[in-house]
């Protein structure tokens, strides 16, 4: 594959792995071989795609690597699942290639760690630590030792080292860890070429990622070298077995610590005849989960009893011998079993696992438990060889503080990197919470710069992604400093509040926080208006007080889209085949066009399919916009963002990849939703009764709604007036809506940030009254026979028009044309006919007598002193003879003027008959201004370009040129066949005459780009 970069991450990652530049500038394991597989879409700003993760996995596979690293990952919804999981465990479990991940820079709340990384079975995901010695030279901090040999900051605060502030934490939703371990999370290493610099400085868990990759290298080096096994799950086993747990920091924050690959393999030489060392332990609580994790308070104040299953999980051969089949049968294991918090985690000392798995029953009793957060795990060990653990049953509670309105954390003092957690309930009725957090020095503190507090709040809910419900905030405070953030919330659902000091602040931190709850409640909280007059809200105070002033707008507006029929899933190529057993990938390609009225920006959405990746059914869903002449305008994929399109005819194509046809042709008829951003929001008034509603009596005011009271508040629909001309029924415009007040004078936002979702259905809109009357119309003194054969006339020459290629190129236009011209001998439509036939043929230039021929029939035709009489006096539109006449009139005025300025194109194409064309300009002049800007000036656009260049003013050919790729061409609006590819090309010659040569060249490279032969 041909790939460009899209960022130096790639090659910095690559760099800590394993670059090979010497021992000062060596990555973790330098002699291993590094193979590229690009999974960042260039036109996406380095976005991973899903097909690229799929065909990334496929040539890994094929390749026969060891170890793969991935530093990417998005927040996901549902862990532990989707096509992308299911392939990444065939690759770990069945093929033996160990998949290392980082595990997302989302922190520091709990359960903020990325997919695939931290939250697939499958992964190895690792954190990123910041060491004293790292800060000291990476990142200049002043950093000293103290006489004990301790690490501590100038001001002599000591300093232990610890994950970045952002680092993400676990545990994953479904109790899973999340977090592996924990490796150093920045480094000098090498850059791309094209940055101009060797090197340079980057830190994230990007980072972290690929030295723990380089690593395990290490170890599957040293094992190939000494003769040993090497397994995902052997290898796992014994970094987990002797990493370092780092003081000051909680299990979901570093895995099992720090790794550390001299005792690492170590383990791995001293278990390497130890039976079954290559089985993987597959831990399952309940039916699905992969731990325990209680947040919410009916979880946290009451005893919890669990079913824990242990199956383990042998290497998914494609083949499995009698023998290994025998002994698999015959597998039986005995663990020891310890909780690591006897005091309120209970489970069985002793379990015996057999080929089938078995169960164990635990409990787990919070009641005793204080707020906050507690940890522990269920260890289960080898009894017969106990330095062997070899599962965990990760168990985390997040015990919710007393449910108030108003919480006070009162005076809080953190140490370095220190991050603080608060778990509350939001009570019902709220809907926001302000936070205000003031810095407790002293004014004229000798400390007085200014600190750096991460304030990071998190909600879960049912299949949603973190990020959809949190905030995070990084604040700079100084001495006496106050400030307030307001957090939306859902009410009855466990809101981590999560205070830390960032890890590059120097000096004591101390604030209190004070949260206080907020909120007018709303039923319904997701209006929806239709044609009607509006909507009904109930707004209910149940907590205290609130001012409120409801306000409503709508910002975007969404049109709904079929795709063209015929899409049926096809096969790839030979790079989409997933091996053993081969599986042909398909892709399902569907189409979806639209008419643009005007440029603009639009986002395609398809929310069947987007926003999700890891966890998606399929392999992605990557969406390329086209113009109609075939110019790539953008791509998007699961997050789709505003691509701008110009006015006229936009193509969409959408391409879903799955190896299952059967699931891919499910879609075929998938609609896609265009979104565009209304240039001026509309408002929508709010009024307290129907009445005022319905009558447009005042609308609402500040008003105080006391605690426990309701209030009923209506929402007007918007006027046809307001709504964008081209939008049509079934059409929806969505906006938000607030009910709190507001106000600048006391601290937060006075209302839920972000408001409540709303959403209007376009209806069928009013028919307009006619603005003028139509003409009356003369009476018709044709007989029916007349009548009937003027139509057939008609009739005859519109089709002539409509003949397919193929039939005006097997002779079948003259045919009909010679019939026809002698049953309507002068008949203007069917001269103009032959003439546009004429002038669109492929071998125009051998027709120019025919043509000239042609267009001076059909002058001649045309009475032109009459013509020139009739317009030279005004018609009464009261007539209506007079009115038919004109109608009659315009239409032999247009037609003369088209014939005159396509007799002049001929000319101008004639060799030596500049006579002619001069001539035929002369004529064309007396009846039109070509020149004009005029709508349907355009037409005349060739025949101005012919006489200019015909002049020697190549500028003023650029002119026009330009003046027609910077609008959507359309055949029908010029004379002869136009196309953009046809205008660059002699853009490309006009150029060159000009003497700009490296313009030329810059014109003939971008036309591919402009105007591809097809959608690539």
Known sequence: SLVVDSSPHGTHVAGIAAAAEGPDRNGVAPGAELVSLKIGEARMAGMETGGALTRALIEAIRLKCDVINMSYGEADTTPNAGRFVKLAEELVWKHNIEFVSSAGNNGPCLTSTGAPGSTSTACFGIAAYVSPEMMQVLYSMPLDKAEDGKVVFQEKEEYPGSTFTWSSVGPVADGSNGVNAMAPGGAIAPISNWCLAKTRLMNGTSMSSPHACGLIALLISACKAAGIAVSPARLRRAIENTAKPMPGMISVQQGAGMIQVDKAWEYLKRHEDVPHEDIYYDVKVGNSLRGIYLRQAHETGVENSFVVTVDPQWQREAEVSQAQQE??????????????????????????????????????????????????KIIGRDASNPDRTLFNVPIVVAKPLEEKTIVDLQDLWFLP??????????????????????????????????????????????????????????????????????????????????????????GEKSISVNIKFRGARPVPDNVVLTNGLGA???????????????????????????????????????????PSPDRMIHELVLQYEFTQDDKGSITPRVPALQ????????????????????????????????????????????????????????????????????????????????????????????????????????????????????????DILKGSFTLGAGNDSFPGSGKRPGGFPLTYVVGPKPEKAPSDPDPPEPEDKRTVDEKIEEAIRDLKVAQLGKLTKKEKEGGKFEELYESLAQQYPGHLPLLMAKLKYLDAHEKRSEKIDEIVETAEALISSIPQDALAMHFGKKSDNDDPVAVKERKEMKEKKSMLTEALARLALAYSAAPDEETKFAEALKRLKEWTDIDSNDKGSDKFAQLVMAREEKAGRLGAVMKVINKILAKDIKEKDYLLPISKSALYEKRVEILTKLGYISLADHDKCTRVISCPPTYS
Request: with cysteine.
């Open 611 to 730: 926003d999700v990746l890891y966890e998606s059914g399929f392999e992605g869903q990557l969406i390329l916009v086209f113009d109609g002449d075939k110019k790539l305008l953008g791509t998007c994929d699961a997050w789709p963002s505003a691509v701008n399109v110009p006015k006229g005819k936009v193509v969409i194509r959408l391409q879903i990849r799955h190896d299952s046809p059967k699931k891919l042709e499910k879609l075929k008829d998938l609609t896609m939703w265009i979104e565009r951003s209304l240039e001026n929001s509309i408002n929508l008034s709010a009024y307290g009764s129907k009445e005022a509603l319905v009558t447009g009596g005042s609308t609402l005011k500040k008003q105080l709604l006391r605690k426990g009271k309701s209030t009923a508040i209506f929402f007007e629909a918007p006027s046809v007036s307001k709504l964008p001309s081209s939008s049509k029924p079934g």
């Open 536 to 578: 009904m809200v109930r707004a209910t105070s149940d907590l205290a007080d609130e001012t409120i002033l409801p306000k409503a707008s709508l910002t975007s507006w969404r049109t709904p889209i079929r795709p063209k029929a015929g899409a049926t899933p096809k096969p790839l190529g030979e790079r989409d085949i997933f």
């Open 327 to 376: 002994s698999r049968l015959s597998f039986e294991t005995q663990f020891t079993l310890e909780t690591t918090a006897p005091d309120w985690v209970t489970c069985p000392s002793r379990f015996v696992v057999l080929a089938g798995g078995r169960s164990f029953k635990i409990v787990v009793d919070p009641t005793g438990l204080q707020a906050g957060l507690h940890t522990a």
């Open 417 to 506: 990197s220190e991050a603080k957690r608060f778990f509350l309930t939001p009570p019902l009725g709220s809907t926001w919470m302000d936070i205000v957090v003031k810095d407790t020095r002293e004014v004229d503190d000798a400390s007085s710069s200014a600190k750096l507090l991460a304030l990071h709040t998190v909600q879960l809910l049912p299949h949603a992604a973190f990020r959809d419900f949190e905030k995070k905030q990084y604040i700079q405070l100084r001495p006496a400093q106050t400030t307030v953030v307001s957090v939306p919330v859902e009410a009855g659902i466990t809101a981590e509040v999560c205070l830390a000091r960032a890890w590059n602040t120097l």
